[in-house]
């Protein structure tokens, strides 16, 4: 990828939906494709009020068709972090931009992975809309990658009493912005009726407690791949550098639940550096 030539980028508009859940109003938001390399997009949503203040997470998926046929999910997108971090989330999705510029399908934003009957957002993308392109990454020359581990963590909930394991991965994209992805080791799906929030906080584990700096996206409980990701506006220096660890929780409402955890940065004993931004995307990308 040439830094000097800006990648590809197109948003969809997203309109508020009405319905019997707790957000019975709904939510407008918009939702943007952002070409990372030949073969990989990232998928970001961002609701215009803002987190919600919720205790709960907002799945979101790709469908087929347009909005109202009804179609089958067709590509899981990360939900978003009812309780802070924005109202934003990001997803690195296997397909080239031209693909998913041109797919016919629509975007659902649910409630929560409890209440999917709830659609809070919904828009037509693709070839099912006009949306509006601009300029997308300048992506850096020979972007780094580090993955660090995250280990199970037994707690007192009903989901994950055992913890599950995973890891986090850095992967440089700009200057100044990073893509945090994280994932669970499971064979699968959890299998949970709810999604997994997860932070970076200050600090390192076993210490003072400290606190979130970072909201990252949840994964949804009934997502086979497990993972999520949050594009972060922090250069990959700074977040490879920083005092702090990751915890993933049993969800929204039950914060208190830790099923993973692990130093990153300053705190990590190394991470396995991907270079070239192969290290845990995948491929070689992201």
Do not use: C
């Not at 693909?99 to 957002?121: K, M, Q």
């Not at 210490?207 to 086979?224: A, K, N, Q």
């Not at 409402?253 to 270079?275: C, F, H, R, W």
Request: aromatic share 4%; proline share 4%; glycine share 18%.
């Amino acid at each position: 990828m040439n830094a000097d030539q800006p990648l590809r980028q197109v948003s969809y508009d997203l309109s508020a939906q009405s319905n019997d859940g707790a957000l019975s109003d709904g939510l407008s938001a918009t939702a943007t494709f952002r070409e990372l390399g030949p073969n990989q997009t990232l998928v970001t949503l961002e609701l215009n009020g803002g987190a919600t203040g919720t205790t709960v997470s907002h799945p979101a998926h790709i469908h087929n068709g347009a909005a109202g046929s009804g179609g089958g999910i067709e590509i899981y997108l990360s939900p978003i972090d009812g309780t802070g971090g924005g109202g934003t989330s990001a997803r690195v999705v296997d397909r080239s931009f031209d693909n998913l510029a041109d797919f016919d399908g629509y975007i659902n934003i649910h409630e929560s992975a409890a209440n999917l009957g709830n659609v809070v957002a919904q828009g037509n993308i693709g070839a099912n809309a006009d949306g509006q392109p601009s300029e997308g990454f300048n992506v850096v020359d020979n972007p780094q990658s580090t993955t660090y581990s995250l280990s199970a963590n037994p707690n007192d909930g009903s989901v994950a009493p055992d913890g599950i394991p995973g890891q986090v991965t850095f992967n440089e994209v700009t200057n100044g912005m990073t893509i945090v992805t994280w994932k669970l080791n499971v064979d699968g799906a959890t299998g949970a009726d709810v999604s997994h929030p997860a932070h970076i906080h200050n600090g390192v584990i076993g210490g003072s407690g400290g606190g979130i700096e970072i909201h990252l996206s949840p994964v949804d409980g009934t997502d086979s791949a497990a993972r999520s990701s949050k594009l972060v506006n922090r250069s990959y220096d700074n977040l490879t550098s920083f005092d702090g660890y990751v915890n993933v929780h049993q969800s929204a409402a039950k914060l208190g639940n830790v099923v993973a955890q692990g130093n990153i940065g300053a705190n990590a004993s190394g991470g396995d550096d991907g270079g070239g931004g192969g290290g845990g995307g995948g491929g070689g990308g992201y």
